[in-house]
């Protein structure tokens, strides 16, 4: 089921995101967590698309195995760094086949060790090129359930590599007009951010269904890798004067605290969905549910 019809039905929608594992113990991990958190009936779920196309096998493998013995949509991830046009018409034309009808169209990162990699090898450099090519995969019948509903990744603190706000809604407004038909944001910790981000999109004339996209901290190292992961999280002032206070697994409750009280004001404040990164685990996203709803 594609997520406009989805989000059309209800809101807020409620998802999970998920990334392959790379050896059989985190394999189980995930299939337990995964059938831990079917039981709470997500609206759909994603599968991340590791940097330069490294988890390209266990991303799709993992893809079918929740499309085949779940009941949960699922949406892949799909990154262009380091592809050429014929693998990205050959990913696409598998999950086309396997019946998947939502992709989320990323630029994604290089992988380590390719830093000095050319990026003018590639036959697409941003994510905008991504969607239009996605946009005519649908535009001529290759997929005959009407297409893919592509999904964009959203910034509310703002896209780290455009740091002229003013530039940067008219660089994301081509990404949806190019052929977007929802967003799905960065992780963020202050609403406001993402109040204000909707706020600039309606003024730019975006009018897709925006997905919120939340993170329950677990520890403070955690909160430092994931910083570098997003490119420079932004942890406001009120959730660091608590940390403070605490250690140890106060920590995984204080963040389940705080996403709760996140989630419930997003919810008061109409936000289309919540997607929830799970980090392949089921306790604290469990908890999480059980807390807004």
Same mark, same amino acid.
């Given at each position: 089921?594609?997520?406009?019809?989805?989000?059309?039905?209800?809101?807020?929608?409620?998802?999970?995101?998920?990334?392959?594992?790379?050896?059989?113990?985190?394999?189980?991990?995930?299939?337990?967590?995964?059938?831990?958190?079917?039981?709470?009936?997500?609206?759909?779920?994603?599968?991340?698309?590791?940097?330069?196309?490294?988890?390209?096998?266990?991303?799709?493998?993992?893809?079918?195995?929740?499309?085949?013995?779940?009941?949960?949509?699922?949406?892949?991830?799909?990154?262009?760094?380091?592809?050429?046009?014929?693998?990205?018409?050959?990913?696409?034309?598998?999950?086309? =086949? +396997? @019946?998947?009808?939502?992709?989320?169209? *990323?630029?994604?990162? $290089?992988?380590?060790?390719?830093? #000095?990699?050319?990026?003018?090898?590639?036959?697409?450099?941003?994510?905008?090129?991504?969607?239009?090519?996605?946009?005519?995969?649908?535009?001529?019948?290759?997929?005959?359930?009407?297409?893919?509903?592509?999904?964009?990744?959203?910034?509310?603190?703002?896209?780290?590599?455009?740091?002229?706000?003013?530039?940067?809604?008219?660089?994301?407004?081509?990404?949806?007009?190019?052929?977007?038909?929802?967003?799905?944001?960065?992780?963020?910790?202050?609403?406001?951010?993402?109040?204000?981000?909707?706020?600039?999109?309606?003024?730019?004339?975006?009018?897709?269904?925006?997905?919120?996209?939340?993170?329950?901290?677990?520890?403070?190292?955690?909160?430092?890798?994931?910083?570098?992961? =997003? +490119? @420079?999280?932004?942890?406001?002032?009120? *959730?660091?004067?608590? $940390?403070?206070?605490?250690?140890? #697994?106060?920590?995984?409750?204080?963040?389940?605290?705080?996403?709760?009280?996140?989630?419930?004001?997003?919810?008061?404040?109409?936000?289309?969905?919540?997607?929830?990164?799970?980090?392949?685990?089921?306790?604290?996203?469990?908890?999480?549910?059980?807390?807004?709803?």
């Amino acid at each position: 089921m594609k997520i406009t019809e989805i989000v059309k039905k209800k809101t807020p929608t409620i998802s999970f995101e998920f990334f392959p594992p790379r050896n059989e113990k985190a394999a189980s991990e995930l299939y337990g967590a995964i059938t831990d958190l079917e039981k709470y009936n997500p609206d759909f779920v994603s599968v991340t698309y590791g940097a330069g196309g490294t988890t390209r096998d266990l991303t799709h493998d993992l893809v079918l195995k929740i499309l085949t013995e779940t009941s949960i949509p699922v949406v892949p991830h799909l990154t262009c760094v380091c592809h050429k046009e014929p693998e990205i018409q050959e990913i696409i034309s598998q999950y086309a =086949a +396997a @019946g998947v009808d939502n992709i989320l169209a *990323l630029r994604g990162d $290089l992988p380590r060790g390719k830093e #000095d990699y050319d990026r003018n090898q590639d036959d697409f450099f941003y994510a905008e090129d991504l969607v239009r090519f996605l946009k005519k995969f649908n535009d001529e019948g290759n997929h005959d359930r009407g297409g893919f509903d592509i999904g964009v990744a959203g910034f509310p603190e703002g896209h780290p590599e455009t740091p002229n706000r003013m530039k940067e809604m008219d660089y994301f407004k081509a990404k949806i007009d190019a052929g977007a038909d929802y967003i799905c944001t960065q992780l963020f910790f202050e609403n406001r951010d993402l109040y204000d981000f909707r706020e600039r999109c309606e003024l730019a004339g975006i009018n897709v269904p925006i997905i919120a996209g939340v993170m329950p901290l677990q520890s403070k190292k955690g909160m430092v890798r994931m910083a570098e992961l =997003a +490119a @420079g999280a932004r942890y406001p002032a009120k *959730l660091l004067k608590q $940390l403070n206070t605490v250690e140890g #697994d106060d920590i995984s409750e204080l963040g389940r605290d705080y996403a709760i009280a996140q989630c419930q004001d997003l919810i008061a404040n109409g936000i289309h969905g919540l997607h929830l990164y799970t980090l392949n685990k089921s306790k604290q996203t469990i908890q999480l549910l059980e807390g807004i709803s």
